[in-house]
T-cell receptor, first 116, second 112 residues
Framework: GAVVSQHPSRVICKSGTSVKIECRSL??????MFWYRQFPKQSLMLMAT?????????EQGVEKDKFLINHASLTLSTLTVTSAHPEDSSFYIC????????????FGSGTQLSVL | GENVEQHPSTLSVQEGDSAVIKCTYS??????FPWYKQELGKRPQLIID?????GEKKDQRIAVTLNKTAKHFSLHITETQPEDSAVYFC???????????FGTGTRLKVLA
């Protein structure tokens, strides 16, 4: 099956710093990737749709200037949490589809962000 | 937009018993419904899915039913085992968008 790699798996940073999370499709090309955020004991909330070569589409309530998404190639999307604050601490997870018509999404392993 | 509700939020069953988790969706355009199992700090794992042109699908101890008219779908796990303990999420999406909207999750605990 399709493999999505996400790095880092865990990051601890100081308040005010920026953190970049990478999401790679290893064996397929992904024109679209999705970024989710999951707070403890809560569901996966869709943050944005990352489109290769164009601007990301953000869900309502998600600050696009705070969560910068770049999808410069068909195999890589990055999420940068700018000027992180403790309330940004969460589990961030990306997903992508190989678009072979089966409707399936393949998820990265997630990044646990802790902002001190 | 789509809204997916999931019940119950927690479920405890004795080993060997069955577990049922229910979801409802709001957007009649949704036509793909996957179920995921997630362990703490790990990625969600697809366990079964169903498309809107099918009413029921089964894979060993796991089955999913879909009622398009009522806009609800359910996950059924039979002969539960301790390793089934995890958080289960339903999701809904519209064909071709790959944009999943997840339910709120059910924490299943199987008691040995």
């Amino acid at each position: 099956g399709a493999v999505v790699s996400q790095h880092p798996s865990r990051v601890i940073c100081k308040s005010g710093t920026s953190v970049k999370i990478e999401c790679r499709s290893l064996d397929f090309q992904a024109t679209t990737m999705f970024w989710y955020r999951q707070f403890p004991k809560q569901s996966l909330m869709l943050m944005a749709t990352s489109n290769e070569g164009s601007k990301a589409t953000y869900e309502q309530g998600v600050e696009k200037d705070k969560f910068l998404i770049n999808h410069a190639s068909l195999t890589l999307s990055t999420l940068t949490v700018t000027s992180a604050h403790p309330e940004d601490s969460s589990f961030y997870i990306c997903s992508a589809s190989d678009r072979d018509g089966n409707e399936k999404l393949f998820f990265g392993s997630g990044t646990q962000l802790s902002v001190l | 937009g789509e809204n997916v509700e999931q019940h119950p939020s927690t479920l405890s069953v004795q080993e060997g018993d069955s577990a049922v988790i229910k979801c409802t969706y709001s957007d009649s355009a949704s036509n793909y419904f996957p179920w995921y199992k997630q362990e703490l700090g790990k990625r969600p794992q697809l366990i079964i899915d169903i498309r809107s042109n099918v009413g029921e699908k089964k894979d060993q101890r796991i089955a999913v039913t879909l009622n398009k008219t009522a806009k609800h779908f359910s996950l059924h796990i039979t002969e539960t085992q301790p390793e089934d303990s995890a958080v289960y999420f339903c999701a809904a999406s519209t064909r071709g968008t790959y944009k999943y909207i997840f339910g709120t999750g059910t924490r299943l605990k199987v008691l040995a």
